[in-house]
Structures are given as C-alpha cells and as structure tokens.
C-alpha cells in the first residue's frame, strides 16, 4: 500500500498542505475546528509524518527568499524597500533573486530557496504563469503586483489607475488621447491598463489612437514618433508606467511640442525632477512592500491573511 504523505492527509481534510504541517508541528494559530478535522483524519488513517521533514521543519531558517521580476525597476525597487523595512525589523533576513520574467528561473530559484529551507517566499508575479507548482512546496508564499488564484496577494487596481487620468484630461478638455502601453501578454500593466483607455475612447466616441512596445524610454520615445507622424491634433498622451512617458518626454522636448500632456503611472522622482507638470498615479509602493512583509510573516506564524488591492492616487507632479 503506498506511504500517505502531508498532501493525501490535506486532501483528505479539505485544507492545505501547509494546514496539515502546521497541526503537525503544534502552532497554535491553527483554529480548533480546523485543527481537530486534520487530526481525525491522521487518526482514522494511522498517519505518522516523517521525522526527517519535522526535524527540518524545525530547523528552519529565519530568511525570506524574494523573487523580482527586473532588478533594474525602479517600481520593484521601491516595493523591496518597503520590504525590507518591515523584515528587519522582525530579525529576518533576505535572499534576493531576480526571474526577468521567466518561469524556468522562477522554477530554479525556488528550488534554490527550499534547499536552503527558508521561512517563506515573496514573489513579484509575472502575467500569465501557472504557479501550480509552488502548491507543492509547502512554504508560505505572498505575491506583489498581481492577484495570483489561491495565493495571497497584494495587488494594484490598474484599471481604475487609467480610469481615473482619462477623467481627469476630459475634465481638463482633452479628448484626442493617445496611449502608449505594452504588450498584452502582460495581462495587468498591458492589457488591463490598455483596457480602460479603450473603454474610455469607446464611451466617448474617441478614436482609439494607441502602440505596444516594451517597459523602456527608448519604446516610448519610438512609439511616439510614429503616433506623432502618423496622427494630428493630439492633445495628451497617456503611458502604461513613467518610465515608458519619460521617452515620450523627450521626444515632444526634441520637438518643441510643449501643449501635449503626457501621464504615466509609478509616481517618479525622475520625471519630477525632469518635468514638474507630469501627471502620474502613485501606487506607493513601499507601502506595498510594507504591507507584502507583514503578510508574509503573519502566514509564517500560521495567520489568516487576506488580499489587498491597492488603488492608485493621481498626482501632479
């Protein structure tokens, strides 16, 4: 007869794996009736864990292991900042790893993180992946940027972010917008966001005047040269990020184009450096990290821990 393991028992009962290891090792953050359905299942099926996995259990390590998708975003940047802040100050410490988007080195880096048997894990998501695998791993995960299904997450409401500047350049008599974004396969900072500026143009019998390239200024500086050359009369352009609206910048300053408004999202103190009537949605995300970190250290510790979406605020710089 096959060895039942921490997953048929979790199976059996209804709850996570990490549920079951938690019943098993005595935390006393797991609630009564939860704990007692686990142990009447590890009774009715004489279940005896594995020492070997108590005893690593118990000699788990007080690091956290994050996973950011580019370590050369300022966003992310400011995100981890709020994160370390918070874990710190809780004695833990930190493994950074970067994923650049894929899910072979995500895979990787796991695998390197549960070796080292950390405490838990802080994952920056990627649109699209299938992080199914990460089920299997019983390590309390927290994801940033993006609602991941079954997994906690502390996420950015993008497309009330686009919503609320469409509103505000229509209150300031703008109607030929144009958006520069990325690509779709992004599902929140490229398609969600595109999303309200293409229901805004929809509502507003609005020509749809929009191109897709990539995170950098030099994407946005190209693709406003071609909505430039190939349209009139646009009175506002509207980025998918600041990093995106600094290259759209220089290319209305190369061409003495002063009138045209141009917003993006991240709140960046470059562009306000550089340009002090951008306009731009603050996300906050140190706050985001800071509120990342605390989840993470709650699940550590065996508590409930809800989602969190985070509306932008729109700020003139």
């Known amino acids: 007869m096959k060895k039942l393991t921490i997953i048929d028992i979790a199976r059996m009962a ?8 938690r019943v098993i090792n005595g935390d006393p953050g797991v609630k009564r009736a939860t704990k007692e359905k686990v142990l009447k299942v590890i009774e009715e099926v004489n279940f005896i864990p594995s020492r070997s996995a108590q005893s690593m259990r118990l000699k788990q390590n007080k690091v956290i292991g994050i996973i950011n998708t580019r370590l050369g ?4 940047n400011k995100t981890i900042k709020g994160i370390l802040e918070v874990l710190y100050k809780n004695n833990y410490d930190v493994i950074i790893l970067e994923s650049d988007f894929s899910r ?69 008599g703008r109607s030929r917008i144009a958006y520069i974004g990325v690509d779709h396969r992004d599902i929140t900072t490229g398609y969600i966001r595109y999303s309200a500026y293409r229901d805004w143009c929809k509502t507003n019998k609005q020509k749809d005047i929009s191109r897709f390239g990539d995170f950098s200024y030099e994407s946005g500086y190209r693709l406003a040269k071609e909505i430039f050359e190939a349209e ?9 990020t600041d990093n995106i609206a600094l290259g759209v910048r220089k290319f209305l300053t190369e061409g003495a184009m002063e009138n045209i408004v141009v917003t993006g999202i991240g709140n960046d103190k470059l562009l306000k450096f550089l340009y002090e009537d951008h306009i731009s949605i603050n996300f906050r995300y140190d706050e985001a990290g800071r509120k990342a970190a605390r989840s993470i250290v709650k ?8 989602n969190t979406l985070i509306e932008g605020e729109l700020v003139k710089l």
């Open 299 to 306: 699940k550590i510790q065996g508590e409930e821990v809800e």
């Open 14 to 21: 209804g709850v996570g794996k990490s549920t079951v290891s």
């Open 232 to 240: 009139r009369d646009i009175e506002a352009v509207v980025c998918a």
């Open 73 to 76: 975003s300022r966003s992310e």
């Open 104 to 172: 072979e080195k995500t895979v990787e880096h796991m695998d390197v993180l549960r070796e080292k048997n950390i405490a838990g894990v802080i994952i920056f998501a990627i649109s699209g992946m299938d992080y199914a695998f990460l089920e299997k791993m019983d390590i309390p995960v927290v994801m940033v940027a993006k609602e991941v299904e079954n997994f906690t997450s502390i996420a950015y409401d993008d497309y009330s972010a686009i919503k609320s500047v469409m509103g505000y350049l229509e209150e300031e």
